[in-house]
């Protein structure tokens, strides 16, 4: 493999460098939580049966992708699944104290946040060796396009979205992202805060009368996202 490939692949697919490793935290238990890249990788074994063995989003789109989100936000919806207030059944085995106590939640949280997808899987002009190759495979997250009126979506995005989930779609800090995420699970998602089944910090900018054509528009504009 050429030193250049070397380079980018390793970044890719190593955790946070020593320089950009999280502050250690003080648990509720006293104790000091430190980052455990390893521990985060053990843990994200288990979650992979749902979630991708890259946190890169499984069942067609049914759950989510996860990696490369924001670290806080990420602890934010264990924490909140362990409390039940959000509720996931599929989800209740794994989110107890006994199982995923709260260093455990930082450790994935944080192993998560450090993979980066690419949108594309890698070129066939970057030389690796084929194990390589297919890991980044993996982690590449491209979301099918989306039918409808994409201008149209684009201009309800703008107006409606992009304040909290930002202008290309990264979101911010407690925003998740909507650029890479399973268009499936988005519809799910917007369902739950529809119906009060699941809070959402601005649900009025989603109540605001919305015809089936203009989801449709959103859609296909937010699939473009990740172009």
Not at 41 to 69: F, N
Request: hydrophobic share 35%; proline share 8%.
């Amino acid at each position: 493999m050429r030193a250049w490939a070397m380079v980018v692949v390793a970044a890719m697919l190593a955790g946070p460098a020593a320089a950009d490793a999280p502050a250690p935290v003080t648990l509720p238990n006293g104790k000091t939580w430190t980052y455990d890249a390893e521990s985060g990788r053990d843990i994200m074994r288990t979650c992979a049966a749902c979630h991708g063995e890259y946190g890169e989003g499984g069942g067609g789109g049914v759950y989510p992708r996860l990696s490369g989100m924001h670290p806080d936000y990420l602890a934010e919806q264990l924490r909140r699944f362990k409390s039940r207030e959000r509720e996931n059944i599929p989800m209740i085995p794994y989110a107890t104290e006994r199982e995923l106590p709260e260093k455990d939640v930082l450790d994935v949280s944080h192993y998560l946040a450090a993979i980066k997808p690419p949108r594309h899987p890698p070129s066939d002009a970057v030389a690796m060796d084929a194990f390589e190759r297919l890991k980044l495979a993996k982690q590449a997250v491209q979301i099918p396009r989306e039918p409808g009126d994409v201008e149209a979506g684009r201009k309800l995005y703008d107006g409606e979205c992009m304040e909290c989930h930002g202008r290309d779609g990264q979101g911010r800090v407690r925003k998740p992202p909507l650029a890479q995420q399973h268009v499936k699970y988005l519809r799910a998602q917007i369902d739950l805060f529809l119906t009060g089944r699941r809070p959402h910090d601005d649900v009025d900018e989603l109540i605001r009368p919305k015809t089936e054509a203009d989801w449709r528009n959103l859609w296909a504009y937010v699939s473009t996202l990740d172009d």
